[in-house]
């Protein structure tokens, strides 16, 4: 019997048995991890109130054996708040809905539980904070953060060099399959013709260039959001089931 003392972010909870749920969260140094907390569903938890999505907190696990992932469940102990990032979330709907296809992604891109994904978590540090915070448009964090995470798990998309050949660009072709951005000689069927804003923005996005990202049209980002969206949705092998309902 061990513990084990980490911080996460909480990516969901489940229902279990009459008081208790299944947390599930992406930890620091152990990669995601469910765990059982006993007793957070009854009216009067405070613990309970501490492990929602979107809560930043300082966990404390009991595990049967010397590792934390094991045949069973360990049990969620204690909880502290790092950052209760939900306040600024749940009250917006368009912060909300893309706050939680941020929690799907990171999921989905952990799904080895137990294995250290410190890059993917800063990430969803971060998104969240900037997320809460409401510094940028909601959308524009949530497709930064999306590209930010196919780059970190080996998928970065080119806009502007050719991802097959390296010619420089820009180059007006952009193929999902390809990798992004692709020249004249190297199109594929299947390929589109984005706006060459569409792509300087993505490539923003991606850098980190607010101040170009935030002086974008809409239009632009509404047709970058539909190729992020293809492109993670091809290495993903299939869609996330909260982007349907992001505020465009």
Known sequence: M???RDDGIV??????????????????NHGRVRAVARGVRRTKSKFGARLEPFSH????FFARGGELIGRGLPLCTQSETIAP????IVTDYARYTAGTAMLETAERFT???????VQQYLLLVGGLRTLASGEHEPHLILDAFLLRSLAVNGYAPSFDDCAKCGMPGPNR????GAGGAICGECRVPGSVVPSAESLTLLGALLTGDWETADACELRHAREG???VAAYLHWHLERGLRSLRYVEK
């Open 2 to 4: 061990s513990l084990f």
């Open 11 to 28: 990516l969901r909870t489940q229902k279990l048995g009459e008081a208790d749920r299944i947390i599930t969260l992406l930890t620091r």
């Open 57 to 60: 907190v300082d966990v404390q």
């Open 85 to 88: 990032y939900g306040g600024g």
């Open 111 to 117: 799904d080895h539980e137990g294995e250290p994904a």
């Open 173 to 176: 072709f952009f193929s999902v």
């Open 225 to 227: 959001s539909g190729l």
